[in-house]
Nanobody, 115 residues
Framework: QVQLVESGGGLVQAGGSLRLSCAASGIIFSINAMGWYRQAPGKQRELVARITSGGSTNYTDSVKGRFTISRDNTRNTVYLQMNSLKPEDTAVYYC?????????WGQGTQVTVSS
C-alpha cells in the first residue's frame, strides 16, 4: 500500500532553518508529482510547494525565495528546505501524492517557529 512518512520537523527560532523529508513507498516514485502542504491551527490546509516528475517546481507566494522543494528518485524521497523561517510558518506540514486517482497523505510533522 501507499505510505508517505514525513520527518524533520521541530522547534526553531525565527530566521532559522529546517529540512523536511518525506519517504514514499508503494508507488513508482519517479513518475509521480509530489507536494508539501501545511495546516496552521484554525486555518485550511494549503499547498506550500510542488515538484513534478520532471523536476519543475512551484511555490505559494509566501515562501518563494525561502523554501526549496527537491526530490531524490534513488531514495524515493522528497525534501523541503526551509530557510529564513517566520512565526507564520508554524504549522503541521504534510506531503501528498496522487496514485491510482486517489490522494495520499503522510501523518504530518510539526514545525514551530518562535519569535
Amino acid at each position: 500500500q501507499v505510505q508517505l512518512v514525513e520527518s524533520g520537523g521541530g522547534l526553531v527560532q525565527a530566521g532559522g532553518s529546517l529540512r523536511l523529508s518525506c519517504a514514499a513507498s508503494g508507488i513508482i516514485f519517479s513518475i509521480n508529482a509530489m507536494g508539501w502542504y501545511r495546516q496552521a491551527p484554525g486555518k485550511q490546509r494549503e499547498l506550500v510547494a510542488r515538484i513534478t516528475s520532471g523536476g519543475s517546481t512551484n511555490y505559494t507566494d509566501s515562501v518563494k525565495g525561502r523554501f526549496t522543494i527537491s526530490r531524490d528518485n534513488t531514495r524515493n524521497t522528497v525534501y523541503l528546505q526551509m530557510n529564513s523561517l517566520k512565526p507564520e510558518d508554524t504549522a503541521v506540514y504534510y506531503c501528498m501524492t496522487i496514485w491510482g486517482g486517489k490522494r495520499y497523505w503522510g501523518q504530518g510533522t510539526q514545525v514551530t517557529v518562535s519569535s
